[in-house]
């Protein structure tokens, strides 16, 4: 009878097979090696084909992991000396001898039964179950061993033996047995508990059926409690019995009952992955309306996190009162008949809003025919009642126009802009925030400039009114398309005479006439950039007493920037920055010092051009101020996140940095370096950036990103670029039309009471957070019309300068003159100031207010608009007066 050789590692690693007769067992060929056996890492690997063989014949040393192996897999034959075939075949396998970590776990198999693959079903779902893995834990080979391992055998299973707790749970992580069984009858060789606890300890044992071997209660001392076996971590207890027919029996109920149960569970695992990305929302709740499951869906339309329902009974939420008063009873007799029920249902979110819901509950039968869960799956009513309520606004306002609360509507080109009093006064006299809100969320809807894609958005809402329900909700899949579509920018067409409108939107709108001349100007203008001469900035703390009084105010609108230039000696962004930083906890999030922020800042600040009259510190540090001021803004708050908080205050702070005092149009004329270098496009913008990153990493001394998490400083990165590239000007009407049609309009529809919420705002749509972020560092760029009237007329002096200086220098050069209007000898800045507004500022701020609500903002708007006008009207009075002479 041919028996299959046994494989053992010498010290010297040298792999011997011999036959498994008795003269050639483990145990005793070991001297025939060339020093005693040392199996490496607790590993013996024994291959084993005959079915009569005792486990005894094929033992292996202490301490060791035993693998069993068919014939099959080493070659057919047997071999009586270590250079037959299956001496070859155990050679080529060393690797795999050598280290536990890489042993294969293949067991022999008898005719009894052939492993196979055992197909399970759970519901629907249809599985494919591996054959079983188990692992033995005996510190010696005994009768027991051998009977589980010989079942094993029988069952089909593909068996280990350990015989230490270091090589037990090294076989187990890289195996992850289904089936642990541990001899838990001494106490001298190992802990069987601890053993047990270490495996559980792992997160592959959540799935494993630990069995604990005990040894047979004598007639005198009563059974013990099977509790402390459970608190170890064991699932079962067998009492000693070596009977192979014992152990074969509880291996397969364990298969039937436990194992079969845990497969069925991580099959469970796909479904809940499945759940968790679906679009539409669902609820499970237990058959007492007890809620047990909500997916991430069910999250973002209902606005509330899961901790904040689950446990909950559906009785406790509130309820819309929109709903008819039998409706609940109607759902609740029908789903209790196990009958499935689906229709309309008004449910109230945590913000207190009603939203219209296609509603399916479906009753889960369990044994015995006893429902046992409801699933609900929610879906938004898309209705076309929010164009509607968009275009009664529209048409209503049209049809009532009186008087224009803002002075800035005189405007010929603007006269088809509605009467926002009648709407802000209908409906209640009392002045509710929702009425304080008509104005700016009416006047979006006749935007003075629109893109063609705003035009056709506009359309297909009109069509919905009269559509059918499914034509409806077809068009509002289009319509949820163009509104990620690059389709934004404006066909400005012919401008009407007014030339400062012309060369405003020319000069900010366009990246220049590249080089008409002959001549070519090269921007030469280097920075050193080196910050060793700077003084080492001052703490928080230690700023001086004037300062600190003046910035005790930086909450507010009417904070004077230039007071604190004058004060900081043309230094406000430190100061600013340190105070505006401390309040976001920006060092925290971070996890940089409050030393590495100075100096972060005043390397940034020591880049701004002190000598540009307007793009220098004090910009940047009022454009820091308005995004601060916008981020307390409670629906700005509620919409971002802490990380959207720190990239906006970053990149209000940096997004101008080394500005040379020129446009891009400018820069794109003249050759320069920088317009070369950025293919004439977002030049300015996109040097701000790339300047700003590498004055921060090049030196750890201000590097403020040096001790965030790599993904962290990825994503924080990307919002930085996309806020400051934003701020360029050829993309302002994409912006801002982007904004209106996918953040305005839904709000718009839901303060009219529609129930549709088919786009929302809030942190689970990234894109939409993308959008409100590039509105509002937009706004704060430009705000200064907004600001009080002293510092309305301050800022546009000064950029009217550096216009002026743009104008002398293009005309020294020869370039080609890109503002002819901002000429220092001719220029009217009220008229330059009433067409900026006019252009850039109206229908931005209209849409901005609609979203954050500003009204103090509007109003220094309208005041600011009416005091360029009465200069521009009393400037045109004088001369077409009579001369004296």
Request: aromatic residues 6%; negative net charge; contains cysteine.
């Amino acid at each position: 009878m041919g028996c299959a050789p046994s494989i053992h590692v010498s010290q010297s690693g040298v792999i011997y097979c011999r036959d498994s007769d008795e003269s050639n067992s483990p145990r005793q060929t070991s001297s025939v090696s060339q020093g005693p056996t040392a199996p490496l890492h607790g590993l013996f690997v024994q291959t084993d084909a005959a079915d009569a063989m005792p486990p005894s014949r094929a033992a292996g040393p202490p301490g060791a992991v035993r693998v069993r192996r068919s014939r099959a897999e080493l070659g057919s034959g047997s071999s009586t000396g270590s250079s037959g075939p299956a001496a070859t075949t155990c050679r080529g396998r060393r690797r795999h001898c050598c280290s536990s970590a890489e042993a294969e776990t293949q067991t022999s198999y008898t005719s009894v039964k052939q492993v196979s693959s055992a197909e399970v079903r759970i519901g629907p779902m249809r599985l494919t179950q591996d054959p079983i893995q188990v692992l033995l834990i005996f510190a010696k080979e005994d009768s027991q061993s051998d009977g589980f391992w010989w079942a094993c055998d029988r069952a089909g299973y593909r068996c280990n033996i350990a015989r230490t707790p270091e090589s037990a749970l090294e076989c187990f992580l890289d195996k992850h047995h289904e089936i642990i069984v541990i001899d838990h009858r001494q106490t001298r060789n190992f802990d069987a508990e601890a053993v047990c606890r270490s495996i559980r300890a792992t997160n592959p044992s959540e799935h494993t059926v630990i069995l604990a071997v005990v040894s047979q209660a004598s007639d005198d001392h009563e059974e013990a409690s099977v509790l402390p076996l459970l608190h170890a971590g064991f699932n079962r207890r067998f009492m000693e019995n070596s009977s192979i027919i014992a152990c074969y029996n509880e291996l397969i109920q364990i298969e039937h009952g436990e194992v079969r149960s845990q497969f069925k569970l991580r099959a469970c695992n796909s479904v809940f992955t499945a759940l968790d990305h679906c679009h539409e929302a669902i609820e499970i709740t237990s058959d007492d309306h007890v809620i047990q499951y909500v997916n991430p869906a069910f999250e973002r339309m209902m606005g509330y996190h899961k901790g904040e329902l689950l446990g909950k009974e559906l009785a406790d939420l509130p309820k819309s009162d929109k709903n008819r008063a039998d409706l609940l009873d109607t759902i609740n007799t029908c789903i209790k008949k196990g009958k499935e029920w689906q229709g309309v249902y008004y449910a109230r979110r945590k913000s207190g809003d009603s939203i219209q819901q296609h509603v399916k509950i479906t009753p889960v039968i369990g044994q015995g025919g006893k429902i046992r869960h409801f699933v609900s799956l929610k879906k938004l009513c898309c209705t076309t009642d929010s164009s509607k309520q968009i275009h009664r606004i529209h048409r209503d306002s049209g049809d009532n126009s009186q008087t224009e609360p803002h002075s800035f509507r005189h405007k010929s080109r603007r006269k088809e802009s509605i009467d926002v009093k009648s709407i802000s006064s209908r409906g209640s006299d009392a002045p509710s925030l929702q009425n304080r809100r008509y104005p700016s969320m009416a006047r979006i809807h006749s935007m003075t400039i629109e893109a063609p894609i705003t035009k056709v958005i506009n359309i297909i809402n009109a069509a919905q009114e009269n559509s059918p329900v499914t034509v409806a909700e077809a068009l509002d899949r289009v319509l949820e398309i163009l509104r990620t579509t690059e389709l934004y920018s404006p066909q400005l067409g012919t401008k009407d005479e007014d030339p400062h409108t012309s060369d405003l939107v020319g000069g900010l709108m366009t990246d220049g006439l590249r080089r008409l001349s002959g001549n070519e100007y090269v921007f030469t203008k280097n920075v050193h950039h080196s910050h060793s001469h700077l003084s080492m900035p001052i703490t928080i703390n230690d700023v001086p007493p004037s300062i600190a009084q003046l910035l005790d105010n930086e909450e507010s609108w009417d904070f004077n920037i230039f007071e604190l230039e004058a004060i900081t000696h043309k230094r406000p962004l430190v100061y600013l920055g340190l105070k505006v930083f401390s309040r976001f906890g920006v060092c925290e999030f971070l996890n940089c010092t409050e030393t590495t922020l100075r100096a972060w800042l005043q390397v940034i600040e020591a880049n701004y051009h002190s000598s540009n009259a307007y793009h220098n510190s004090t910009h940047a540090a009022d454009v820091l101020h308005a995004t601060a001021f916008f981020l307390g803004k409670e629906r700005v708050k509620g919409s971002l996140d802490q990380l959207d908080e720190v990239a906006a205050l970053i990149a209000a702070t940096v997004h101008d940095v080394d500005h040379p005092g020129r446009t891009n149009s400018f820069l794109c004329n003249a050759g320069s370096e920088l317009a070369v270098l950025y293919n004439d496009t977002a030049v300015l913008e996109s040097h701000h950036t790339a300047l700003a990153f590498q004055l921060t990493v090049k030196d750890t001394k201000c590097n403020i990103f040096k001790n965030i998490d790599r993904n962290h400083y990825r994503t924080l990165r990307q919002a930085i670029i996309d806020m400051v590239l934003a701020t360029e000007m050829t993309k302002h009407f994409e912006h801002v039309n982007k904004f209106v049609n996918s953040i305005n309009k839904p709000l718009a529809a839901e303060s009219e009471g529609s129930d549709c919420e088919c786009n929302p705002t809030g942190k689970n749509f990234p894109e939409n957070q993308i959008l409100i972020k590039r509105m509002m560092i937009k706004c704060a760029d430009v705000a200064n019309p907004c600001r009080p009237l002293d510092l309305c007329i301050e800022w546009a002096g000064r950029i009217s300068e550096e216009y002026f200086a743009q104008t002398d220098e293009e005309k020294r050069q020869g370039l080609p003159v890109v503002m002819p209007v901002f000429d220092r000898n001719t220029c009217s800045i009220p008229k330059s100031q009433i067409s900026f507004i006019d252009y850039f500022i109206t229908d931005m701020f209209d849409a901005w207010d609609a979203f954050a609500h500003l009204p103090a903002l509007m109003q220094h708007l309208a005041d600011n608009y009416k005091h360029w006008k009465t200069l521009d009207d009393l400037k045109c009075k004088s001369l077409r007066l009579p001369s004296n002479s």
